[in-house]
């Protein structure tokens, strides 16, 4: 199994992120950090220890990493996630293991991925860049062990500046959900992004899962009914298991938030599982024949309300995918999904 540590914001889809982490058997689970993002960090760490409550796995380590970006103040997205950043379930446990203090969410992620042999761990990131970003600058020699850096954040839509995609439905230049130029993961703290993407030893091992290749992977009502009724070990007609249960509220109340702000009816996209899926399964996911790019994240701009709701002008946390010539050394932008079969 991959040894993984995971970065997260916990959030709908980061609970969904959290499970295939846990019980996939070819990931081995090195612990988790928090980050502000979906909800105030305090939020985002509680719903993290009760996902983990919930699927048997409160050994798992949770460390609190950043409240907010390093320049700017948090922001949260209620009205995707609800205040709590994990609004919609009746069946949510209450903590039964505590977030770790013996030291900072930093060390505990320096600690147990230099701990794993060279070129084998990844780092799985499915919120603001915040942590990873300290992460880094703090134990910059961390870049050279690690086997990969797998990122849940950005829109290329047309940003990609010479090879447009044009398949991805609803797809066009401006193809953000927080802004209509920018994802929410890379919006609420660019600058932590712009650092980690230019950092080329770096781009060599990241490996980006933006919103054209999410917005391709939703749980539709196909996809619910089966989460709660299973294949074979649940029948319709037998009641489902807590734990379905709790799944399928997290997507329902998700697929209705999507079905409000964006009008997308089929399914919401469940975009952080993918992230883990490129560690331990690349093969599902397509990055268009080993292509390579350099991104430019777009900082200038404040977050000022203008901009806060889906509609304004500012191009603050665009990023803009440069494809590389043949053999030079980048960021893998996965673009197309294969048949991916996690649920
Ligand atoms: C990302 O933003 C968050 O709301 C989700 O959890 C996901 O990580 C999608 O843009
Ligand atoms: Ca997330």
Redesign the pocket.
Known sequence: PVPVWLDV?T????AFAILLACHSPNVRLLGISSVF??APLSHTTGNTLSILSAIGRADVPVYAGATKPVCREAAA?PD??GETGLDGTTCLPAPSSSVKTDVTAIEATYRALIAQPADTAWLIC??ALTNAALLFSVYPSLVTHLKGFSV?GGAIGGGFTDAPLGTVKGQGERFG?WTPWA???IYIDPESAQALFRNSVLAAKTTLVP?DL?HQFLATKEVQSNLLYGSGKVQNGQSPSLVRKLFVEILTFFAKTYADVFGLVEGPPL??PLAVVAAFAPALLDDRSGERFAIHVITDGDHGEEDHVRSGQSQCGRTIATKLTTGEAGIRILRGLQECKIW
């Open positions: 914001d959030g709908h889809d980061d993002g979906n997205a995707i996630h499915t919120g849940m959900n994802e929410f993961n919103l999410t975009h952080d």
